[in-house]
């Protein structure tokens, strides 16, 4: 059964079945060039909240050597998932500039104004890798299921070939299912890794 907050700003609703932290498995397969990058890795997520109307993300993932202990630490990355809204004079920034006004706080009602006609709300991600890469992905979420695509991508001058990446999140008989397809060093966009992981 799922359990919702009932502490949570109005705009963290949708996405508040993510909250916590995951763990478990997943397979990679990319190719690339005439070689092919195939492996099993541990992975675990962790979704939070400390009262803003977004939630703090972090990711970690190890790979797995043949005899399953984990063996070569893989790229992490945090972010912060949100609701797409237009910002008001309400809300802080940019950087560290504090609101302009104040306002009552959002309700349900004004959450519901985001919803689409196809009954989802539009979020927007960013995330930092620890390799130096920066991510923003614009896309939906609708009940237990969120499809995004990267918007934006930024990499330093040393940093490896990556041009897009679409992402799928679900939550499938209690677990968190993820599936990311990217196009990097040579090859077109698509699927290079995914998992499964149970809440812990």
């Known amino acids: 059964m799922l359990e919702l907050p009932t502490d949570l700003p109005a705009d963290l609703a949708p996405l508040s079945w993510l909250i916590g932290v995951w763990e478990g498995t ?8 005439d070689e092919r990058l195939q492996g ?15 939630l703090n993300y972090s990711s970690t993932a190890t790979l797995l050597g043949e005899d399953g202990e984990q063996s070569l630490p893989l790229v992490s990355e945090i972010g912060f998932w949100r609701l797409s809204r237009p910002a008001g004079d309400a809300d ?19 959450v519901e104004e985001l919803r689409g006609d196809n009954g989802a709300f539009p979020i927007e991600v960013s995330l930092a890798h620890s390799d130096g890469m920066l991510e923003l992905y614009l ?16 990499r330093g001058a040393g940093g490896k070939d990556y041009g897009a990446a679409t992402r799928i999140y679900g939550l499938v008989d209690g677990h968190l299912l993820w599936a990311w397809d990217i196009a990097a060093l040579g090859t077109p966009l698509r699927s290079h890794a995914s998992a499964r992981l149970a809440k812990v």
């Open 26 to 33: 997943g397979v990679i397969d990319f190719p690339v060039g």
């Open 40 to 54: 099993e890795f541990a992975h675990r997520v962790s979704f939070s909240h400390d009262g803003g109307p977004f």
């Open 92 to 110: 802080a920034g940019p950087a560290l500039l504090p609101p302009q006004a104040v306002a009552a706080p959002r309700t349900v009602d004004d």
């Open 139 to 154: 896309g939906e979420i609708k009940g237990p299921r969120i499809d995004m695509a990267s918007d934006a991508i930024v």
